[in-house]
Structures are given as structure tokens and as C-alpha cells.
């Protein structure tokens, strides 16, 4: 089941990555906030039902009444893995408003080469040489694909300014540390039910626990961030590119019409949320060479794509380092990882 989790939140995840970058507009002031907040309402409602699920079991009632009466201090233990992500994940939606996803996506999923290192530190878990090496090929090609992006530095300068340059390309470099020790923490918080610090839970649910968690809160971030627009009086539906009228007034639009301007957002939520749904269950089982594979996963699934569809060129030389990806992940695979 490994391969199954890692491959299914791999490519809902690269396919999200298209959808954000589609739906991230330099225009539009909070979009990055407006993505968040529906990631965040998607996440809640799959949580409500996982919650659901796991507090009705027929087999053994106790075991729901358990999850249900536990998991007012369980999601406050499981804050900081949450914040760890949450803020993560709005720098990324602000940093791709303005850089190629081609050239973010592989600066923030190096993360997933970050986290081998802290469970080795922190977790005492060691791997064997060939496996080291694997994830030391996987984490240079990742690095060298963003490092030949000169043209693309160049051009953003003169675009966006130096400085606005600067602070966009910095968001995936601050995703990526963030991200690692929020995966590190949810091996930790997940990997084994003798180890973790969630209480009242057994193997069966801890990851079901750790995964409602984390979604219900999104959703009270993404109600948190719904008032702000609100106190703003940001329009949510509208990204600044709708018809106008001479006057500069917006053309009006029905409800559907409305909902289909913020499409790409909705849709990145959904993927979002279905990678997030098998992700845990990769982790717990894979540990740290799971968290190389995903963040590689995604990385190749999101350039194809977005080579594809957003028609993002790439250099012969970024070329030959997806190659060298290619070549890490299938090394990790043979070595049975």
C-alpha cells in the first residue's frame, strides 16, 4: 500500500501545483489569501467526514467514544505540526504569484531531502549508504533545477522590481524549512502509537486523529482569513480581470459566473485536499525516504505539467537534472524503500 499512498498524493499534489500557479494572480492583492481559504474549507469538510467515520465504529464503540473524547487535546498537541504547514503553504501561494511553478516547485520540495537528516538526528533512524546516496541525488537534482534559472531571474527583476524579485523567490526557500520540520514532526507525531504524543487513540486511527487535526484547523484559518476579506470588504469572487464597463465598473455576473472566476483555486483546493488524504498513511509507513519520494514525485509531476500547460520552457541542463531525479527515486525503489 506504500507505492499506492505515495503515488496517489504525488500526482494530486503536481496537479494542485498547475491549478495554483493557474489561479495565483500578480493582480489580484489576496489571492494567495483566497487560496488558502479554500484549501482550507475543502480540508474541513473531508475532515468532518473522516471525524465522523472514526467516531461511529460498530465493531467497538469505545474506540469512537476514545477519538471522539481525545481529540480536543490532540489537535492542541497537533497545533505546531498544523502552523508548520499552514504558514508554509500561504508563502508558496504568495511566492507563485510571481515565479515560475517550474522554478518554485523544486526549491520547496528539497524539504523532502531535509527530513532524512532530522529523523537521523532526532529520531536515531539510519539508513544504509546506497539509500543515503539515493537521497543525496534526488536533493542535488532538485537544487540544480531551480540554480539554471538565470533568464528567469533577470526577467522577474525587470517585471516585478528588485525587491518584490527578491521576496518572491525567498517564499519557496522559506516554505521548504518550514515544511521539512513540519514533516519531521509528523513522522514523529505518526510513525509508531508507542511513540506518539497523541493520546487515546490505536494503530488503526492515530493517522486519522493527526489528519482531522490538521484539516479542522485550516478551517478555522480559513474562516479566520474569510472575516479579514470581509473586514477589507475584498469581493472573494472577483480576481481584478472581469469584464468592465467604460466607467471601470465591473460587468455584473451571475452566481456560477462568479464561482468559475475563482475556478483554479477551487480546483487546487480539491487536489490539495486528496493528496493530503493518503499523505500520513505514506508517511507512517515510509518514514523519512517517503517524505524524498514525495517531495520528487511532485516535483516531476508538476514540471510535465506545467511544461504541458502553462507552456513554462525549461534549459537542456534542467532537462538532464529531471533525469537525475528520475534515477534517485527508482534507486530508492529497488532498494526497497
Not at 49 to 59: H, K, L, R
Not at 100 to 106: G, H, K, Y
Not at 164 to 169: D, K, V
Amino acid at each position: 500500500m506504500l507505492w499506492f499512498f505515495l503515488i496517489f498524493s504525488t500526482l494530486c499534489w503536481g496537479i494542485a501545483e498547475i491549478f495554483y500557479k493557474k489561479g495565483s494572480l500578480p493582480n489580484e492583492k489576496y489571492s494567495h489569501l483566497k487560496t488558502a481559504m479554500f484549501v482550507g474549507f475543502f480540508m474541513g469538510i473531508y475532515a468532518l467526514v473522516i471525524f465522523i467515520s472514526q467516531c461511529i465504529t460498530p465493531d467497538d464503540p469505545s474506540v469512537g467514544l476514545s477519538f471522539l473524547t481525545h481529540f480536543p487535546i490532540n489537535f492542541v498537541c497537533y497545533l505546531p505540526v498544523g502552523l508548520c504547514y499552514m504558514i508554509s503553504m500561504v508563502l508558496s501561494y504568495f511566492g507563485v504569484r510571481y515565479i515560475e511553478e517550474s522554478i518554485s516547485d523544486p526549491i520547496e520540495n528539497t524539504s523532502g531531502a531535509i527530513v532524512p537528516i532530522l529523523c537521523a538526528i532526532f529520531l536515531k533512524e539510519f539508513f544504509d549508504w546506497p539509500v543515503v546516496i539515493g537521497i543525496v541525488i534526488v536533493a542535488l537534482g532538485v537544487i540544480a533545477i531551480s540554480f539554471f534559472d538565470k533568464k528567469g531571474k533577470e526577467d522577474r527583476r525587470k517585471k516585478y522590481g528588485k525587491k518584490l524579485a527578491i521576496w518572491a523567490i525567498a517564499m519557496p526557500f522559506c516554505y521548504m524549512i518550514l515544511d521539512a520540520v513540519g514533516t519531521f514532526l509528523d513522522i514523529f507525531y505518526t510513525e509508531s502509537i508507542d511513540s506518539t504524543i497523541l493520546v487515546g487513540l490505536t494503530e488503526d486511527n492515530l493517522e486519522h486523529a493527526a489528519n482531522c487535526a490538521y484539516e479542522f484547523m485550516f478551517l478555522l484559518f480559513a474562516i479566520g482569513i474569510f472575516i479579514f476579506l470581509k473586514i477589507k470588504k475584498v469581493k472573494i469572487f472577483e480576481t481584478g480581470e472581469e469584464p468592465k464597463l467604460e466607467t471601470g465598473e465591473v460587468v455584473p455576473q451571475k452566481w456560477y459566473q462568479k464561482v468559475l472566476n475563482q475556478k483554479w483555486k477551487i480546483l487546487a483546493a480539491i487536489f490539495e485536499t486528496a493528496g493530503q488524504a493518503t499523505y500520513l498513511f505514506a508517511l507512517s509507513e515510509g518514514s523519512g525516504i517517503a517524505a524524498v519520494i514525495l517531495g520528487a514525485g511532485t516535483v516531476i509531476t508538476s514540471f510535465i505539467l506545467s511544461r504541458v500547460f502553462l507552456k513554462e520552457k525549461l534549459s537542456w541542463l534542467q532537462y538532464i537534472f529531471i533525469g537525475i531525479i528520475f534515477a534517485g527515486i527508482i534507486m530508492l525503489a529497488l532498494l526497497g524503500v
